[in-house]
């Protein structure tokens, strides 16, 4: 069954593409979504579908900020009746816990973990699509920036923001939105903030509507039964990185034991060495392609302590180093004449 997202993620697609000249209706019907979809936010569509949309709106119209501009205009109150619970939590860290453990009702690709680090906290957030979304990454990451903004104003003072995807070529929108260092190429996606701002008290936090909006919640109608082998998968995109993806950490994440998670997964028919192997495959495409990343830290970022074991499991995956990979994989290159072009085309749109 192919993972669901909210119709809500689909918030302000309509805007952004008329401000940049694409005609909104065309782009989704090309996604095969439906225009009406923009007025029905509670809808489930599928996940890889609104990804792709926001890839193709982003390279016609040469805006490599699409999703981002996006991001700047939510509001809390996009996350439907959940909102309500995010907005009258105690503190920020309690505002992330709580959108952790109901993302299933938001985006069932969407991960999000957080982890602290002496004084400071590590917000990795992950998409797990089987292909590469830098748009629908930013927009993600540019909601939870919005997100600390709008609760704490100027007390939000994150200190720098990572993606593993290379810079556009006219990165200005983004040094506008993020009000701190950007690490483009980064070893992974996501926020990096002081401990401390975290905890700071949430002046809006109302416990009784906390409570409300809990209730309310529980009494939702809910026929997604949250897939196990997708929660797990979701792990892995958060846990390989830092060499924890494995099966005893992820079910410790989960809050079960791995004997549980086992019994879970065998129920499904698959293993968990059959599910880390293809998040691997999926990111190694990815991170492979871009040449900005060294094949060590690749290795690195996919949970390899030695560069010759992840050469060793590339080749096996596909059937050759991945040297020769990244060659076969450069695009071609492209006259002056053409470079020409398509920077008259983007000009004014950043």
């Known amino acids: 069954m192919a993972a669901l997202v909210r119709a809500a993620a689909l918030t302000n697609f309509l805007e952004v593409a008329q401000e940049l000249g694409l005609d909104p209706g065309a782009a989704l019907r090309k996604a095969g979504l439906r225009t009406t979809l923009i007025r029905q936010p509670d809808q489930l569509v599928e996940a890889d579908r609104v990804a792709r949309l926001f890839e193709d709106a982003a390279r016609i119209t040469g805006c490599g900020s699409f999703g981002l501009r996006m991001a700047a205009r939510r509001q809390l109150s996009n996350f439907g009746v959940v909102s309500l619970l995010l907005m009258h939590q105690p503190t920020l860290r309690q505002v992330l816990l709580t959108l952790i453990g109901h993302l299933h009702l938001l985006n069932e690709r969407l991960a999000i973990e957080l ?66 260092r950007i690490e483009f190429n980064g070893a992974f996606n996501g926020l990096v903030c002081r401990a401390a701002d975290l905890d700071v008290a949430n002046p809006a936090a109302d416990p009784v509507l906390a409570e409300y909006a809990r209730k309310m919640i529980a009494d939702l109608p809910d026929d997604r039964q949250r ?9 892995i995109y958060l846990m390989l990185p830092t060499g924890r993806a494995t099966c005893k950490s992820v079910a410790s994440g989960l809050g079960i034991s791995m004997r549980t998670l086992q019994r879970e997964l065998d129920g499904r028919e698959v293993t968990f060495k059959a599910l880390i192997n293809e998040v691997r495959q999926e990111l190694a495409r990815r991170y492979v392609a871009n040449t900005h990343h060294s094949l060590g830290e690749v290795a690195a970022m996919l949970g390899y302590t030695t560069h010759s074991a992840f050469t060793r499991w590339f080749g096996t995956q596909f059937g050759c180093s991945p040297e020769a990979w990244r060659t076969r994989s450069a695009p071609p290159t492209t006259s002056r004449a053409g470079r020409q072009r398509r920077t008259h085309a983007r000009r004014g749109v950043g």
């Not at 927009?139 to 997100?147: E, S």
């Not at 897939?227 to 792990?235: F, G, I, L, P, T």
């Open 227 to 235: 897939s196990m082998d997708q929660e797990v998968r979701k792990a």
């Open 115 to 180: 982890e602290d680090v002496g004084n400071m906290v590590v917000l990795r957030e992950e998409l797990a699509l089987s292909v590469a979304a830098p748009q629908s990454i930013e927009l993600a990451i540019g909601v939870l920036y919005r997100m600390g903004e709008v609760l704490l104003q100027e007390r939000w003072r994150p200190t720098s923001v990572s993606f593993t995807h290379g810079a556009p070529a006219d990165p200005a929108f983004h040094r506008r939105f993020f009000k701190c």
